[in-house]
């Protein structure tokens, strides 16, 4: 992209006040033709992708944006072509370009011209080059905006320092990394009132002690955030030679600003606006903060302060806003409110989420312009009061994530009807009103603003009334998951207009799937009793769809053929449903998926080669349907990116190919119960994600959005099955720490390739039930990670080689039902295993068989030591053990050791992450976008 010099620019801007001044003879108000021709060719120079431009076409230049004439002279006095963005924009619009060369040639000798001006905007302009000299020669200059043009840097800001009328200073993201004697240039401009010098890499003040600051300037605004560097053993004192004068601060998001709060700040008593967010400052909040008696706001979010608020905050009865969100604060929260009882008229904005902050909430009543309180993620315990249904102003109100108890009812939220933001998730909330009496959305019907909707986890146990799909038109986040919601959905088409995520899963919903809204993002209603077709799935006509979980239903029927409609889906999951029929070929124009889960389905015939495009996919599990034909050889070819192939339980046939092996990233492949014959390829020591340790999950990022620009920022974290030890077990955690080949119950043939010992980080390897011949290879004790072996039940011959015994970890071995012979290598864990393992061996012997060996030594009957027995008798050693044992595996199967115990606490165990993390990652992620978004706006 060609990005216009600053001295281009500039050039330009001199030309047209040249011009102006040449011309400008006449006393008519107005526009001066010349002016108007000249600025014509410098609109000709530029890109105008937006339109900024548009107005210059109509007679009189003075009514153009970005222009304005002298009253007296008609000569363009000021020129504004900034161009900031709007609030559902992502990427600025603005102008960008070169400007015509011819209009370049005579800069220097009309340099005098321009002092004349006054304001010169243009931010937000995508200029590039070094910032001109010639900038000091505008020396009426009253304000200058040159911030957001990313491409501008400057050496030096001596030029600068002639602009002694200069008031308002905008340097923002202009690159000043050069500048080293900034605060020198800043400090000559006596009339500076406003400065901001954010975003972009100011360097410290190296030489504080070169001249003393002297500065006289009224200096009242002063933004240096986003600078990254340690203000504390520069800026500090140059700062606070301002302190009498300053009414707006800004050191948010510097990273490197740590250490304590200097006591210094509490002289900025005329301080109405304080803002370090996002820095690395400790200690605690400092006494002497009560000194700042102006503050209207006061942002310390995002560091790690720590202690109780002091008391001295009593005095700061002004304030507004208060951010304390995100550091280690503690105390009880009672207490920090009766300190801020002074600002109880003026308060709009408490934020405190994110601390250690404990007690009750109190009675708010007071707080009577309370607009948003958020005490999320604390230590609150006690009840909700309902005196909070007096706030009459409130907008946003977050309590989840502590442990607050109690009913929620309409009390609560009485006259709140400006609400528009609502979290009351994770905490021990009941809103079971007995049905007679109101039912629980009721309080809702009064809202009209909602906007954002999250009642997962709630207990609500009710029906959808039907009024309350008459609030949801202007949502666009509606999760009320996992709750235990009953009754069937209307027609969702007319009842969102922009929706963006709407994620209704784990409720007790029923019916068939109805109209959907024409626009949507995220779609999630896996755990209910939907039944019947999902036809009307295909109602969702838009390209935004990314995730699509419609598991664990009763769904049925052939899959519709809308597919092509959906090329962002990134997450398809319709797994533990009915569906029946062919896998679509349309499946093929998914162009983004990444994850692919059918199991438990009735999909009958082949594979279509179409899918061979979705070059994205990650994850396909088709287990558990009837699907049949030869396994595609386009898998490995075309499927670069798959780490998890699970066919298991469908009736493919015919041999394993060989271009299977290119699947590099594979980490689960399971072709179990099939009807595959031939050979186990040699070549599979190419699946290198086997010989590799990996990442803990398998994760999939994502941002959802519709046309309003409403966006959200997802991820998730895949989930798999794995069968081990003939039960499944999920996965999902530590998902990726799983590496495990299962061919089980074929009919392959031929020998065990040795070559299968490379894969080093195999965890699981079941070869069980089929005809395989020859011996076990002799490099088996390779695989020091292999928890589960499983032969048997195929014709293997020859001795157990002794590097079997090397494997610590195997807990589980089968090598039952086969030909081996010879002696179970000794003094080993081998010994340790059932003797079911060895179990059909007619000529093995040796420990734990009763079976003697030739030659041996009679002895006492050992007794056969199980391994079994240990864990049902000690759930807490064998925990120690295995975790011992598995070294840095531990989180995988230190859990999975421990759920072998007991189905119902694997259970409630699954339960717990599955709903719990998934609402954390989901969550943490939305509200913190979100707020993000506040704190910019
Ligand atoms: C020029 O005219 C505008 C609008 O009529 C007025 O607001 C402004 O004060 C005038 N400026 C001067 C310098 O007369
Ligand atoms: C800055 O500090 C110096 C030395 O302490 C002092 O003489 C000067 O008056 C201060 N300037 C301002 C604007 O406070
Ligand atoms: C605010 O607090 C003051 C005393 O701190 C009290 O007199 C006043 O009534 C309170 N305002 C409300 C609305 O409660
Ligand atoms: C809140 O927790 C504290 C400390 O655990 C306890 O002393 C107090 O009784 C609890 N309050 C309520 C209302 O449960
Ligand atoms: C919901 O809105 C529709 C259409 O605006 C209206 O006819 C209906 O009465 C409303 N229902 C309730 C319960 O408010
Ligand atoms: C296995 O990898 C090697 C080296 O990358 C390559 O030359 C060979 O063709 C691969 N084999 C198969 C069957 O993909």
Redesign the pocket.
Known sequence: MALCSFECLLASFLVLVVVCAKAGLGTTVGCIERERQALLRFKHGLVDDYGILSSWDTRDCCQWRGVRCSNQSGHIIMLHLSAPPTEYVFEYKSLRGEISPSLLDPIPPFLASLTKIQHLNLSYANFAGRLPSQLGNLSNLLSLDLSYNYGLHSGNLECLSHLTSLRHLDLNSVDLSKAIHWSQAINKLPSLIHLKLGSRGLPPLTTPSLS??????P?AFLDLSYNDFDLTSSVYPWL??????LVHLDLSSNVDLNGSIPDAFGNMISLADLDISGNQLQGSIPDIFGNMASLERLDLSKNKLEGEIPKSLSNLCRLQELNLRINNLSGPLPQVLDLLACANDTLEILYLSYNQLRGSIPDLIGFSSLRLLDLGDNRLNGTLPTSIGHLTKLQWLVIGSNSLQGNISEAHFLHLSQLYYLDLSSNSLTFNMSCEWVPPFYWLRTQKKLRYLHMSTSNISDVIPHWFWNLTSLIYFFNISNNQITGTLPNLSSKFDQPLYIDMSSNYLEGSISELPSVLGLLDLSNNKFSGSIALLCTIANTYLVYLDLSNNSLSGELPNCWPQWKSLIVLNLENNQFSGNIPKSFGSLQSIQTLHLRNNNFIGELPSSLKKCKSLSFIDLAKNRLSGKIPPWIGGNLPNLMVLNLRSNKFSGSICSELCQLKKIQILDLSSNNLSGTIPRCLSNFTAMTKKGSLTITYNFSLHNQLGDFEDQSYVDRELVKWKGREFEYKNTLGLVKSIDLSSNKLTGEIPKEVTDLLELVSLNFSRNSLIGSIPTTIGQLKSLDVLDLSQNQLIGEIPASLSEIDRLSTLDLSNNNLSGKIPQGTQLQSFNTSSYEGNPTLCGPPLLKKCPGDKAEGTPKAYSYEDDIQQNGNDMWFYVSIALGFIVGFWGVCGTLLLNNSWRYAYFQFLNKIKDWLYVTTTINMARLWRTLQS
């Open positions: 003393p600051v002297n500065s006289s300037a200096l606070f030679n301002f302190t009498t004068t």
